[in-house]
């Protein structure tokens, strides 16, 4: 088999142009794929429409990528922690759907999957399945553009909303281990979207902390199996981020 390793992230996504869409893992600052979107940021691609649980910080992640006005458009479940997404948002530069956690996770799933739609009951009766929520505002402060009504069946007396799966031109995940066939393992809560992103994605870019050679890898640790990963780069360790540091004093005696 053809080794899947590309020497550096910046030829990993060298063919990500505008107007394309990501499939991006990361949960919070979280199993982000950093050096690969740093990589799309380095270059001019722009127009990009994203599905991720969140977008971000202001100065990392896809955070990066917002805040030089190169996201278009945002499929999320969580847009806290982010100042300059939130003024896009409202000043009408980004156009927003907001899912359930649970729903964006399927949907993901469900694409990578070959499954186009499925049912859920999460949403039915609210404005996710009647339609109505603000994707995109005016710069006078109307909606522009407005989520459509779903279809909503009733299974077994309870009512479903159908929600469509995704499939993104690309997906960028972050693993702890990989080998050269690009089967990946994941660390912990690192896990979170990133098999999700990486089953979605026509082609998958995963960076590695740590990359191995074929079999070196116990295959029931594999969390993702390479059938679904295209290209594979070494960033060696990450610095990884804290969110939100907590701290208490120390009791005095």
């Known amino acids: 088999m053809e080794s899947k390793v590309v020497e550096t992230a910046a030829a990993a996504v060298a063919d990500i142009g505008s107007g394309a869409t990501l499939a991006v893992g990361g949960f ?53 922690e982010n ?26 799933r469900a694409g990578g ?67 050269t066939d690009g089967n990946l393992v994941f660390e912990k809560t690192a896990r979170n979207f990133n098999p999700l992103a990486a089953m979605a994605g026509r082609v998958t870019i995963a960076q590695v902390e740590r990359l191995v050679a074929p079999g070196e890898l116990d295959p029931g640790h594999v969390h993702l199996p390479g059938v679904f990963v295209q290209r594979v780069v070494h960033t060696g360790p990450q610095n990884k981020r804290i969110e939100k540091r907590t701290v208490r004093q120390e009791a005095t005696r």
């Open 83 to 108: 100042k300059e997404f939130a003024r896009q948002y409202l000043g009408g530069e980004l156009e927003v759907e907001l899912l359930p956690q649970g729903t964006l996770a399927e949907r993901l």
């Open 113 to 179: 999957a070959g499954i186009p739609a499925f049912y859920t009951p999460a949403g039915v009766g609210t404005p996710i399945s009647e339609g109505g929520l603000p994707w995109r505002y005016a710069p006078d402060g109307s909606v522009a553009v407005a989520s459509p009504p779903k279809e909503v069946r009733v299974f077994g007396g309870r009512r479903y909303v159908l929600e469509e799966s995704i499939v993104a031109d690309y997906a960028l995940v972050h693993a702890v281990a990989g080998d």
């Open 28 to 80: 919070g600052l979280c199993g982000v794929p950093d050096a690969l979107i740093a990589a799309i940021a380095a270059g001019e691609a722009g127009d990009l429409a994203v599905f991720s649980n969140n977008c971000g910080v202001d100065d990392y992640g896809l955070g990066i990528l917002l805040s030089a006005g190169r996201i278009a458009r945002v499929t999320a479940s969580y847009v806290g």
